[in-house]
């Protein structure tokens, strides 16, 4: 069973940055998009950024201009850089792959939390 870790969570103060990373436990063949989501305290959970295997990206709107996502294809390595960080960024952060076949893999989650 492929499992998906995320890391880089934490506490950081309004304005700062943190970087999201999602690795798997072993190779996944086949990755179409991989993404990251978040869910807010009470919220459901909501698309933050997604890039395809050739590179397109696409973000929310409430996170463009601060947060960046790429992908390492070689190593299966999914990173988020948040800058700007606000409180209402205050989630649980999830990465996601999707392979070809309609496969997809979630991990269990970063809390990130953006207080003072």
């Known amino acids: 069973q492929v499992q998906l870790v995320e890391s880089g969570g934490g506490l950081v103060q309004p304005g700062g940055s943190l970087r999201l990373s999602c690795a798997a436990s072993?190779?996944?063949?086949?990755?179409?998009?991989m993404g990251w989501y978040r869910q807010g305290p009470g919220e459901q959970r909501e698309l933050v950024a997604v890039?395809?295997?050739?590179?397109?990206?696409n973000y929310a709107d409430s996170v463009k201009g601060r947060f960046t996502i790429s992908r390492d294809n070689a190593a299966n390595m999914l990173y988020l850089q948040m800058n700007s960080l606000k409180p209402e960024d205050t989630a649980v952060y999830y990465c996601?792959?999707?392979?070809?076949?309609?496969?997809?893999?979630w991990g269990k989650g970063t809390l990130v939390t953006v207080s003072s």
């Open positions: 072993r190779h996944i063949f086949g990755i179409d998009a």
């Open positions: 890039i395809t295997s050739t590179g397109v990206t």
């Open positions: 996601n792959y999707r392979t070809y076949v309609g496969i997809n893999y």
